[in-house]
């Protein structure tokens, strides 16, 4: 991603032209500064992850390598074409996660997308939850069906960030509660502080009432 010093609602309108998406890298470094730091990232590119990841676009971890125009240095040559570009330099590279996602309610295009600098065991991520094994409860069989609650769990990764948090409902009964506290977790996750212990994912419910 590209280091964009430059903001506001026009500058940005041309960005978009040009096909490149404006966004706000923002968080701590390791000294625990606050930092903040405008960019663009290329349209194809961001549509590309937000296909592949879907529902765990913000829980995916970016190794981001910011870079700048270095002013007043004579253009180069792009490797593999005859066209020019300005040289650039690296000032940063660090994890990040995305946060905020904005869309054209028309085209459904992205428009912005901010990041959250990534640190394990620090950073709470958005887990979605995925609900499998429907088809061999019981109940469900009969005509129950499950009422999603909560999609997300906001959680701490000390390892490995998950996709997703699974959740089994082959011995899911009528009227059940599905929440948090009888879910088994991914190794090294662990549910946000505000998180409450008995978080409600779902609710299993009769067809009839």
Sequence with gaps: VRDNAQSGSRRSQKLREA?????????VDENRNIVKSMFTVKQKDLMRELRQ?????????YEVTLVRTVDGAEPVPVEGSK????????????????????????????VAVNFLRYWPGVTRLRIPVEFINEE?????????????????????CDGDVPSKIVVDLSEAKKGDVIRLNSVKLPPQVRPAKKVAFDFVL??????RG
Excluded at 19 to 27: E, K, M, N
Excluded at 202 to 207: F, I, K, L, M, T
């Design 19 to 27: 096909r490149l998406i404006p966004g706000v890298i923002y968080g």
């Design 53 to 61: 990841n879907k529902q765990s676009f913000e829980n995916t971890i």
């Design 83 to 110: 066209e020019l570009m300005q040289p650039t330099e690296v000032v940063a590279k660090f994890l990040a996660a995305p946060r905020q996602a904005q869309f054209n309610p028309v085209s459904d295009l992205p």
């Design 136 to 156: 061999s409860s019981q109940d469900m069989k009969r005509g129950c069906f499950l009422v999603r609650v909560n999609e997300f769990v906001e959680c701490v």
């Design 202 to 207: 779902g609710v299993v419910q009769s067809a």
